[in-house]
Every structure is written in C-alpha cells, then in structure tokens.
C-alpha cells in the first residue's frame, strides 16, 4: 500500500484553508494510506494539548510516520516552521513533495526550494484547483524506482550473518542495470550504529537473565530502529539502492515477545515503521544453532543465547508468518550454497515481477492511473 503524508498549517488557519484540507486529504484516501489526517480536526490544537497531556509528542510521531511515506502533499498557505521542517525532512530523504499555496498570497520562504528536484510548487486558485493538482501528483510516477529492502532473520547461531553477506555479494556481481553493469547495494545490521547502539550492547553482555529489562529493551530497540530507518534505510531505498539489513522488526517481535511483552504492544509500537519486500527468517533447531555460536571462537556469548530461552524464541519466530507481512521460513539446516541459491532465486523473481509491473503500468493506464493489463499467469 502507498503511504502518503499530508501537512498543512493549523495555527491561524481560516475555515477556507480547512476546507481546502479537508477536501485534499479526501481525494487522496482512494489511493493509499493518509497519515496525520488528524490535521483537518477541527479541535486540532486541543487535541494535540490532550495528546501532549498523555505523553504523547504529536510532531514526534508526525516525523515517523512522514519518514515512512511516499510522497507529501503540504499546503502552505500561511506556513508555520514546523511545515517547512517537515518539507526540508522530506527532501533530504528523496520523498517528493507537492507543496501547495493560495494564488494570491504567495509562497512562503520555508518551502522556497524550487531548485530542488523531489519538489513541486502549485500555486491553486480555488479548492477544486487544489485537488486536481494533488490528484496529478499522487498518479505520477516516482521520480526514482525505490530499491529493495530485504532483512534476514533468526535466533542466535542461525546462519543470516553469512547468508545476508552472501546475498550482498551477488548483488554486486549481478546487475539490474545493464548499462551500468553494477547494482548498488547497502548492507547493514541492528543493532544499527546509533547513539543506543553501545547500551543495548552493555545490556546484553552484562545481563544473565534473558527475561530481565525487557521494557528497557524494546525502549532502545524502537530508538534505535527509528534512527536506522532515517539515517539509512530509507533515504538509500528511496534514491534507489537497494538495502539488506542482518536483523530488524521481526527481532524485536520475537525477541521481546519472548521476554513477555504483549505482540499486540509490539505491533502497536512497529505501526509507523517500514516493512521489508522480503524478510527470510532462516530456521534451524536451537542445538545446531548453539552448537555454531560454541564452535565461533572470539565471540562474547550474550544474555540470551541460553537453550531455555531460544526454544521459546525459535516457536515465536516461526509463528510470525501470521502476523508479519512479506515473510518467508527458509530451511537454516542445509548446505550454505543451497540456502544462498534459494534465497537469490526468490529475489530474481521479485525484480522480474517489479520490472513487468512497472512496464505495465507506463504502456497500458487507465485514466486514473492504473494498469489495466491482465496478470501473467503463473
């Protein structure tokens, strides 16, 4: 599903820009996903006081949701600071944006980026115009193709170090540009480096009860997943490459659900962060598994790398299929080769897949935009 944000200006707004809002964010639901609808609340300014109130930092979660969208339709009208940090956050990474103006008032300075690529600035003339320049903008294309995100997954000792270093290698030695005859690819793992990185890291080798801390945990995980995501997934994916991570939402769903805390709060806690095009969680039994991090000389066993502990882990693991989007179980207890071979096969079928789509929707749309080719047969 497409996720689109929508700003605006909300302090000194008059009922005309509201209504302007309101009819925006209402042509844009058919296409995908608005966040931060809660801007055409008409109580909007007491409802941010109460949400503040409960501890909850509005632009906080504004910022995550945006840094997870598609596109941003802003209208800036009367702009407040906070509107033009959200453009300028947008921007940097490579989300394009559709600010919007009344004619006659002009553009304000904080969205003054024309030069910028990523960024296109509409001045309307009534709420009809605004609309049908939204509608315009969300049916275009990306100005760039995003690039795959794929995260392994596994208990302790399962293989995904080796088998996400393998898959980055093919990626660099196989690419989907021909002209170019490479592929850019990033590799990364989580815990990322991130100013949470060194704590999480302490808890783990200092700790010797899995089950302890575990709020602690998931407090430095979604800190340091936030930050991985801004930082550096998702300003790579948007301008193109593709990203492989060793870890990430699934660790937190399977390792803090073993701790004890709800799935439901952890699912809740994940609502505004990306999900991968592919998550392979490699399964082994949990004697192989501890058997190779025995075998791995110079490695700090850590807190939950205890037998007890991982079997609990490994059944929670392997129940979030049901619950977690675009993963696939891979047989962890093969030859490296043979799961490295499965692994490229499932991902050349994605690109081929993503290719045909793309050349689908460029030769045969519909006036709304969308493809009106049949699916190839299987």
Not at 90 to 105: D, F, G, M, N, Q
Request: hydrophobic residues 35%; glycine residues 4%; contains cysteine.
């Amino acid at each position: 599903m497409t996720n689109f944000y929508f700003g605006a200006a909300i302090r000194d707004r008059t009922p005309e820009s509201l209504a302007v809002s309101k009819a925006i964010v209402s042509s844009m639901q058919p296409y995908g996903k608005v966040v931060t609808d809660h801007i055409v609340r008409d109580d909007v300014l007491a409802w941010e006081k109460e949400q503040e109130k409960l501890g909850v930092s509005v632009f906080e979660r504004d910022m995550r949701w945006l840094r997870n969208s598609d596109k941003l339709v802003f209208e800036a009208t009367n702009s407040s600071t906070g509107g033009g940090y959200e453009v300028c956050e947008a921007l940097r990474l490579s989300i394009p944006v559709l600010a919007l103006w009344k004619k006659e008032t002009g553009i304000t300075k904080i969205v003054n980026q024309n030069t910028h690529p990523f960024i296109t600035l509409a001045p309307y003339e009534s709420i009809e115009h605004a609309v049908a320049l939204t509608d315009e903008f969300i049916k275009k294309p990306l100005p760039v193709k995003k690039g795959l995100f794929i995260a392994l997954e596994g208990i302790d000792g399962c293989g995904k170090g080796t088998q996400s270093r393998l898959l980055e290698d093919y990626f660099q030695t196989h690419p989907s540009d021909k002209k170019s005859k490479r592929f850019s690819i990033t590799w990364t793992r989580e815990p990322y480096d991130s100013p949470y990185r060194a704590e999480i890291r302490n808890i783990l080798a200092e700790e010797t009860d899995p089950y302890s801390k575990a709020e602690k945990m998931l407090e430095l995980f979604m800190k340091d997943r936030d930050y991985h995501c801004y930082q550096l997934i998702l300003p790579n994916r948007n301008q193109g490459l593709h990203v492989i991570t060793d870890r990430f939402a699934p660790s937190t769903y399977a390792y803090q659900q073993t701790q004890g805390i709800s799935l439901d709060r952890i699912i809740a806690a994940h609502e505004h962060i990306v999900v991968p095009d592919f998550t392979f969680l490699i399964d082994v039994p949990v004697e192989v598994a501890l058997e190779r991090v025995a075998k791995d000389e110079g490695r700090q066993i850590e807190v939950f790398e205890q037998k007890e502990f991982q079997e609990k882990l490994r059944k929670n693991y392997l129940e979030l299929s049901h619950v977690y989007p675009n993963l696939i179980t891979i047989d962890g207890n093969r030859d490296i080769d043979v799961i490295q071979n499965e692994l490229r096969a499932i991902v050349e079928a994605l690109i081929k897949e993503r290719t045909l789509i793309r050349t689908r929707s460029i030769l045969n749309p519909d006036k709304s935009g969308r493809s009106m080719a049949k699916k190839s047969s299987k």
